[in-house]
């Protein structure tokens, strides 16, 4: 006596398979980017990350150099009185901010918010609070950008921004 186990897959199970495989896979993205949210990187918790931006003389006084740092868009500025770096993205609905030279401001394009660029500070317009400032260090001949100076302030643009 031969004993044969058969597997039948109907069509509407193989449906129903692939329906909560579907729905598993969605439902691991959210929880992924919960978790995410409630736990960010540790370098946007203020641990010190030295990052190289760029070299003293290739940011001339009165003009900016673009960067990315920890996944963020950020800026530095030759000011006269000597560098500043800030996070570009503005504190209003995270548009990218940028230099105004004819200005001498921060200037974000989308709802015509104007920042200060040796504090960040807001002049004028909707952003609701001022550009997140970096430390930054000037060694060997080269800018260093250290950490942000307010890292709980970081996470909340964060989430404005869409958590970039």
Known sequence: MEDKITFTITRRKLTEIIMGLVALFFAGGALASILKYLWPATAAKGESVEIKIANVDEVPAGSVRKFMFNGKAAVLLHMPAGFRAFGSVCTHLGCISYWKPDENIMFCPCHLGKFDPNTGAVISGP??????????????????????????????????????
């Open 127 to 164: 952003p609701p609070s001022p550009l997140p400032a970096i430390d930054v260090v000037v060694k060997d001949g080269a800018v260093y950008a250290l950490k942000w100076k307010d890292p709980a302030y970081v996470k909340t643009i964060s989430f404005y921004a869409g958590a970039a």
